[in-house]
Nanobody, 121 residues
Framework: QVQLVESGGGLVQAGGSLRLSCAAS????????MGWYRQAPGKQREVVAT???????TYADSVKGRFTISRDNARNTVYLQMNSLSPEDTAVYYC???????????????WGQGTQVTVSP
């Protein structure tokens, strides 16, 4: 089994900062990309940021310059530093990992349970 456990969400005022963490545990042979997605009420889930095992990061236009994704490969952990938060960033944030559990299985996506981020005006 594989688990992705997120932490760090909460309530913050506009202009504030939060740092999300997500640790993958269980039987894991290799993790390729990791990332953060979010889903606001009434909207579809959207990608926020992704990062490859080599450290190449990509960002949604809406968060460029404000959010920073990073990862610790030794700990199978991905982070999302969120600065200059605005009410438009309010959403449930989900961690994603594209990983292989064992040699005989293919890479596939795994998801965390989500963590709520609420930004007040």
């Amino acid at each position: 089994q594989v688990q992705l456990v997120e932490s760090g969400g909460g309530l913050v005022q506009a202009g504030g900062s939060l740092r999300l963490s997500c640790a993958a545990s269980g039987t894991i042979l290799s993790i390729n990309a990791m990332g953060w997605y979010r889903q606001a009420p009434g909207k579809q889930r959207e990608v926020v940021a992704t990062i490859t095992s080599g450290g190449t990061a990509t960002y949604a236009d809406s968060v460029k310059g404000r959010f920073t994704i990073s990862r610790d490969n030794a700990r199978n952990t991905v982070y999302l530093q969120m600065n200059s938060l605005s009410p438009e960033d309010t959403a449930v944030y989900y961690c994603n990992a594209y990983l292989k559990r064992i040699t005989l299985l293919p890479f596939r996506d795994y998801w965390g349970q989500g963590t709520q981020v609420t930004v007040s005006p």
